[in-house]
């Protein structure tokens, strides 16, 4: 199995940019796809970007295509949200989750992820 720690979270202004990084470890030389989601309060757990295991498909939530990226450098097993031009409405706490999988197919509910982080705060000011 994999295990996952998120950082990089914070208050920010709205405009700002803040960087997540999600550090795995444990079985990390199987192919594995990531994913992040992101849960505001009193709402349901919702996804925000995905990356196949290799980094070469990234996905992203209509919410915030163009303003985040995705990326991952498998040799550090660590996977990255840039996330430019910050609204009050990104305010969440964020969550990285993997599973194990060597294809380019992306998963955009929570339910098909094995492994995930405790999430950090992300708090976007008006």
């Known amino acids: 199995q994999v295990q996952l720690v998120e950082s990089g979270g914070g208050l920010v202004q709205a405009g700002g940019s803040l960087r997540l990084s999600c550090a795995a470890s444990?079985?990390?030389?199987?192919?594995?796809?990531m994913g992040w989601f992101r849960q505001a309060p009193g709402k349901e757990r919702e996804f925000v970007a995905a990356?196949?295991?290799?980094?070469?498909?990234?996905y992203y939530a209509d919410s915030v295509k163009g303003r985040f990226t995705i990326s991952r450098d498998n040799a550090k097993n660590t996977v990255y949200l840039q996330m430019n031009s910050l609204k009050p409405e990104d305010t969440a706490v964020y969550y990285c989750?993997?599973?194990?999988?060597?294809?380019?197919?992306?998963?955009?509910?929570?339910?098909?992820?094995?492994?995930w982080g405790q999430g950090t705060q992300v708090t976007v000011s008006s």
């Open positions: 990356s196949n295991w290799s980094g070469g498909s990234t």
């Open positions: 444990g079985r990390t030389n199987s192919p594995y796809a």
């Open positions: 989750a993997a599973v194990y999988y060597s294809g380019s197919y992306y998963f955009p509910t929570p339910q098909s992820y094995n492994y």
